[in-house]
């Protein structure tokens, strides 16, 4: 897939170092939840390693399961044990004229007696040729001279549901499908009309060479250029949406995955933090009308589920000089009007294959839960190292089935150390203490006392309702205040606003020359950090002033 590069309006005030953009650069929060990326110029984003998030995937057992019930790969998988032991084929590896109403029938499209439809032998056909494709069946030619077509090798295990077999069958499937879908979309009206008369007609690449060998000479070159032209573009628009789409279901809830075309649209063409202009409103619609139909190919496969755009929007009057109706405006919908111009949802196939086209691409594209895999010291250890994941979504997975307490107290000793990492990891600790629940209570009272852990579990347990809790000593309040926000730091990745809304709730009393004298004197990794933090974002220009004198006192003690 073609790297995705969406418009964005430049870097915010404040922003400097040019990060990993997760995910890409969409601003998906109000939508999905998603986490919202920093601002990149067109610049920046050249030299931004675009991160795509963790997903979550059913086993390969699910997945091969799915891929079987999608109907025009298992019509590929009944055509082509119908070819056994051999059937005769064409010249072209294609099924012959007597041959192609029995196999619509045998697919359940026509009745089983009586006059089988042209379009169920169309069908019957595209499904052949997908099992040509796949060398599900193989073409040969025996000694007599006649074509015949053969069971392929793997039609046995896909047929017993082997993951392995199934998933990689699907997704060569899948790669065609999208080729195919792009070729069509990328066809010019008059290249296909000249390719109708040429006797060419079905794919953009042969319009393009019965142009170029016809009569135009210079102007059929012009045309087949246009032709790739076109088709590079739908490509790299399809390729943008599918990995849009990767990214809303990765962050959607459960249930929420559905996206309508319009907000896919808009993602792809709106800058981010800008208002939909007129001219951004008719690109919008220019896009959903280009996706429509490749995306109902897709469909075909089971890469995704898509409600296409309502034929009848199309009926209405048209604008000015013959303009298309718009099929985006201001003017609110509701649920049901909305679904009218376009639904789309990827499927857990549709993860799986995008993905793998991902990962072959060289894209980082995680899967969740590949960190939660050993102890809580690796756990915690890879999750504060990793540049592309979902803290919680890792450590949910890895306390699911654990027994609370034992988990607590591992997790409470993989918390501990003076490295670089370690206040993030304690962090982290807290964080899945968080999800274990009141039955971790007993491990958090083991640590009550310990210089590193003790002010967090202190605070863990008043928040859980707690009232026998001892105020910690003044040495590991303070500590702990400057391990908490070193761990912010380190995960905030110096996002100035999110460390300012902090550094306004630090306990500075009127008097921040006698705090921070008492900061700056903390054995800490991080204090010098933190107090440099301090003075260069909070507010009060006075407690700023102190911050900054106790810092430099804090360098100077190393």
Known sequence: MAGRRRKNAGASPGESAVEPVLPADLELQDLYGAFAAHGLDDEDLDDAAVLVPPV??????????????????????????????????????????????????????????GEVPEEAEVEAMRAWSLACDLDLVEIGTTAAGEHVAVPGPDLEPAEEGDPETVLELWLTAAGIVRELAVEADSLPEEEAARAAEGGEAGEAGEAGEAGEAGEGGEEDEDALSEVEEARDAAAELLDEALQVLYETTAFADPGNETVP????????????????????????TDVMVALDPMLGDLAELGLLEYRPIDPELFDEEEGPEGEEPALVGEAPLDDEESARFGLVRLTPLGQYGIRQWLLEDGYDAPLVGELAQGDAAELLRAVCEAANVLPDEELRVWITGREPVAAARELLAAARGDDAYAPMRRMLGVSALNMLGAAAEPAVRDVLDDPELGGAARAWLTSKGATDVPVPERTMALWTVVDTFAAQLLDSGGDAELLRELIADLPVTGNPASYFGELWRVDHPYTADVLEAVGELHLDRAVAKEARKAAFKARSKG
Do not use: C, N, T
């Open 56 to 113: 979550k995937l059913p086993a390969e057992e699910e997945l091969a399961a799915l891929a079987k019930a999608v109907p025009m790969f298992g019509y590929a998988l009944a055509l082509a044990r119908w070819a056994a032991p051999h059937r005769v084929v064409d010249e072209f590896g294609d099924l012959v004229e007597e041959d192609r109403a029995p196999a619509a029938q045998l697919l359940g499209l026509a009745p089983a007696e």
């Open 261 to 284: 075309l319009g907000v896919l649209a808009a993602l792809l063409v709106v800058p981010e933090g800008e208002e939909p202009s007129e001219e951004l409103l008719g690109d919008i």
